[in-house]
């Protein structure tokens, strides 16, 4: 009677469950099936070849990056040490300012020595600058271009056509093909009598 107990307790331990049956019928159908598909010799290297394709696409397009980004780095390397030393002709406009503004000084001999030497140096950094491709951009009496100037006033001014540039408040800069920093500058506008007039005479040919 035991052993008759046993055995059933074995037969049961070895019984398979319906989801393990249902795992191993769908490895054998899977088995069957990747047998069914094998892959011809053409094929593989077809598969291959399509693979080294997109490898040396990739490397090629990688070289390509690097490239661009090395000739970048040597061409606007400086790019953050040009801008910090435009700050040096910034200081040299505004003690040559300082000093045209101090009464003490004004038409004396001592000041026009001291500004003569002030604009040496300063038109010395320029050159030096030009000669590393750092150059001055050109604003006075130009049209305003977003691109390279920025607008800090308007001034009345009737004998300029309105947009242009009468004033230079600071240098612009550009290194290569590229913005530095922007001129800041004033442009001309119509005086508010010039525009009085043109209403009024608008009003006189329409009621005519």
């Keep these: ?16 469950s319906p989801v393990e049956a249902e795992i191993k019928e769908s490895d054998t159908n899977n088995n069957d099936k990747d047998q069914s598909k094998e892959i011809s010799p053409e094929e593989k290297i ?9 490898a040396f696409a ?12 090395k000739e970048e780095a040597y061409e606007y390397g400086g790019f953050a040490f040009a801008k910090e ?14 000093l045209e503004n101090d009464e003490s000084l004004k038409n004396s001999d001592a000041l026009k020595k001291i ?10 950094l320029i050159s030096i600058f ?47 093909d590229r913005l530095l920093r922007p001129s800041l500058v ?3 506008k119509k005086s508010e009598n ?5 209403e009024e005479n608008k009003e006189i040919l329409e009621n005519k």
């Design 1 to 16: 009677m035991e052993k008759d107990q046993n055995r059933t307790i074995e037969e049961e331990d070895n019984q398979e």
């Design 46 to 54: 077809l598969d291959l070849e399509d693979k080294l394709a997109r």
């Design 58 to 69: 990739e490397m090629e397009n990688q070289r390509r990056r690097f490239e661009k980004e």
């Design 85 to 98: 030393a435009l700050n040096l002709i910034d200081n040299l406009e505004r003690s040559k300012q300082i």
């Design 115 to 124: 500004l003569e030497h002030l604009n040496i140096i300063s038109d010395d």
């Design 130 to 176: 030009s000669k590393n491709n750092i150059q001055l951009i050109e604003c006075l009496n130009k049209k305003l271009d977003p691109n390279f100037h920025q607008a800090m006033i308007e001034i009345e001014d009737d004998k300029k056509e309105p947009g242009t540039i009468v004033q230079e408040i600071q240098k612009g800069f550009t290194i290569k």
């Design 186 to 188: 004033g442009v001309s």
């Design 194 to 198: 010039i525009d009085k007039k043109d």
